[in-house]
C-alpha cells in the first residue's frame, strides 16, 4: 500500500496569502489529522476530519480551515498568512477514529517571508 | 490541558549499546494510548512502538520496548543493540481524552548513535 502522501512538499509564500496544502491518505483509511510542528512550539494539533466532517479542532485562530472529500483526501487551507505560521505541516491518517495508530506523511514544508 | 513531558532533550549512546528516553504525561483518565515515534532527519513520522494503557504487558517490538507504570504515568522506550539508523528525534505521545484521534506529543529526545 501507498503510505501518505502531502503536496506541495514546500512552499514558499509572503504575508498576507493564503496557501492550501493537500494530504491523501492510506487507502482505505477515513481519518485524517493534522499537525503543525515549529521548533518552538512542537508539535501541535490542528484538527481531524472523518467522513467529511471536521471532528476534532485544536487551539488554532480562525485562518486555519479545512476539509475532506468523499475519497478521504484533505485539504487545509490557511488564509492571511504571517511569519509564524512557517511551520512543518504533517497530516496523519488511520483507519478509522478513537485509538488507532496514525500513520504520518512526509509533510509540507511551509515558508511565509 | 494534558501534557506529555520528556525530560531529555538530547540523549547520546555508543553503537551496540542500550538507552532509555524517559516521558512522563498527565490524565485524569484510565483508558488510552501512548506512542513512540522517531522522526530522523528527512523528517517522516515513523511509529515505533505503542502501549495500550489497560494491558499491564509491556509492548515490545524487536529492539525496542516500553517500560510502562500506569499509576506513576511514565512510559521510557529502551533501545537495545543501538544501531546509527537509530539516530533520530524521538517523540512520546498520548491519546487525548474524548478523541483518540487526537495525540498530544512530548518536546522530543534528540538521540544520537556514536560509532
Known amino acids: 500500500k501507498a503510505g501518505v502522501t502531502q503536496t506541495p512538499r514546500y512552499l514558499i509564500k509572503t504575508r498576507g496569502q493564503q496557501v492550501t496544502l493537500s494530504c491523501s491518505p492510506i487507502s482505505g483509511h477515513r481519518s485524517v489529522s493534522w499537525y503543525q510542528q515549529t521548533p518552538g512550539q512542537g508539535l501541535q494539533f490542528l484538527f481531524e476530519y472523518f467522513s467529511e466532517t471536521q471532528r476534532n479542532k485544536g487551539n488554532f485562530p480562525g485562518r486555519f480551515s479545512g476539509r475532506q472529500f468523499s475519497n478521504s483526501r484533505s485539504e487545509m487551507n490557511v488564509s492571511t498568512l504571517e511569519l509564524g505560521d512557517s511551520a512543518l505541516y504533517l497530516c496523519?491518517?488511520?483507519?478509522?477514529?478513537?485509538?488507532?495508530?496514525?500513520?504520518f506523511g512526509p509533510g509540507t514544508r511551509l515558508t511565509v517571508l | 490541558a494534558q501534557t506529555v513531558t520528556q525530560s531529555q532533550p538530547e540523549m547520546s549512546v555508543q553503537e551496540a549499546e542500550t538507552v532509555t528516553l524517559s516521558c512522563t504525561y498527565d490524565?485524569?483518565?484510565?483508558?488510552?494510548?501512548l506512542f513512540w515515534y522517531k522522526q530522523p532527519p528527512s523528517r517522516q513520522m515513523i511509529l515505533v512502538i505503542r502501549?495500550?494503557?489497560?494491558?499491564?504487558q509491556n509492548a515490545t517490538e524487536n529492539r525496542f520496548s516500553v517500560n510502562f507504570q500506569k499509576a506513576a504515568k511514565s512510559f521510557s522506550l529502551k533501545i537495545s543493540d543501538s544501531q546509527l539508523g537509530d539516530a533520530a528525534m524521538y517523540f512520546c505521545?498520548?491519546?487525548?481524552?474524548?478523541?483518540?484521534?487526537?495525540?498530544?506529543f512530548g518536546e522530543g529526545t534528540q538521540l544520537t548513535v556514536n560509532p
Open positions: 496523519a491518517s488511520s483507519q478509522t477514529r478513537g485509538y488507532n495508530e496514525q500513520f
Open positions: 490524565t485524569s483518565e484510565s483508558d488510552y494510548y
Open positions: 502501549q495500550e494503557a489497560y494491558k499491564q
Open positions: 505521545a498520548k491519546t487525548q481524552e474524548t478523541s483518540g484521534s487526537r495525540l498530544t
